[in-house]
């Protein structure tokens, strides 16, 4: 059985995040009943240039006039080469949102030109370009720095890679991400599965992203909610060894001894740090449902 890292532990879960297409507003009034821990508006590739403009009016009224619970607000906007990126993150200052998600971040200058644009919100970085993932320390350890989010289409293209179902031309990026997080402890989510329709695939990208430490999937279509909310969250299995992790050890240490063994298996203290972390995460999942 896998267990849930210690630094997947934080006050609320990050199991799901879905892309919405700033321009349509069907989708964002649907995402108010939606099962998602993160909703990713999206200013970015979701919405075409001749719309860009309108969809930054129409995404700040769907904020400014709220529903959408506990789920994390966090906004994409357009990269500062572009000629919307400025004014995205401007029309965000002062509303309220969880985080501002810059794509295509490539170096620590980049992070301190939206730290400077946007004050107080946490930052989050699109991870998805090889020079910026060869500069992810840097980029993770800007103080304001939140979380990553890998974007593994256009790593893809980046790499001039093939997509793959165990996405071995990718690894080497999606763990540079991973240390860096890891490293200045941030949250990390992992790319879209672009076949929404295709159950079974997502699934097994779902089980692969979690076993390799991250907190979420990034998602396109709500059909995929179940799949990811589901793998991301600890089982009935881990919170029932969790818990017996924990009992066995305060046992063994009011005995004066520094180790347990259950199942089997040792438990030491670094083993508590992770069991407490998974009864942590449940806890969080649950307030959040
Ligand atoms: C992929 C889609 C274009 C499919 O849209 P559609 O054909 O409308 O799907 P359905 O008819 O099955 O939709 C059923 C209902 O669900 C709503 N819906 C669909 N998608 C979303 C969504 N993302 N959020 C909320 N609600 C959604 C529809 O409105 C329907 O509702 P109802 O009318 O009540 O029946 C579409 O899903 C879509 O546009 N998805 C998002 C695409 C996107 O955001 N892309 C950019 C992000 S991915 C990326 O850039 C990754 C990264 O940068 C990288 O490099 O990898
Ligand atoms: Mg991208």
């Not at 919100?121 to 699109?126: C, E, G, H, Q, R």
């Not at 991870?127 to 990553?148: K, S, Y």
């Not at 029932?240 to 240490?253: K, N, P």
Request: charged letters at 25%; a negative charge.
């Amino acid at each position: 059985m896998t267990q849930a890292s210690p630094q997947s532990t934080a006050a609320r879960p990050y199991r799901s995040a879905l892309y919405i297409p700033g321009a349509k507003e069907r989708a964002l009034e649907k995402a108010k009943g939606l099962a998602c821990d993160v909703i990713l508006f999206d200013l970015e590739d979701a919405v075409v240039p001749d719309e860009k403009i309108a969809a930054r009016a129409t995404l700040k009224a769907a904020i400014a006039a709220g529903g959408y619970g506990a789920r994390a607000k966090i906004v994409r906007v357009n990269g500062f080469d572009t000629a919307w990126g400025a004014d995205d993150v401007a029309a965000f200052v002062g509303t309220g949102i969880d985080g501002i998600l810059l794509p295509k971040v490539e170096s620590a200058a980049m992070v301190d030109a939206l730290a400077e644009a946007i004050p107080d919100v946490p930052l989050w970085a699109m991870m998805e370009t090889p020079l910026g993932l060869l500069n992810a320390a840097e980029i993770a350890a800007h103080p304001r720095m939140a979380g990553f989010v890998l974007g593994t289409n256009d790593l893809a293209k980046e790499l001039n890679a093939r997509f793959r179902q165990d996405r071995l031309p990718m690894m080497g990026g999606l763990h540079l991400a991973l240390l860096a997080a890891r490293a200045y402890g941030l949250v990390a989510l992992d790319g879209v599965y672009n076949a929404f329709k295709d159950d079974a695939g997502l699934q097994f990208e779902c089980e692969q992203g979690r076993d390799m430490g991250f907190d979420g999937k990034t998602l396109i279509h709500p059909a995929q909610l179940a799949i990811a909310n589901a793998a991301f969250a600890p089982s009935a299995d881990e919170i029932d060894l969790a818990t017996r992790q924990i009992a066995a050890f305060e046992a063994s240490e009011a005995k004066g001894e520094g180790v347990a063994v259950v199942d089997g298996k040792i438990v030491e203290n670094l083993h508590i740090v992770t069991a407490r972390a998974t009864l942590e995460k449940a806890r969080a999942i649950k307030a959040m449902e």
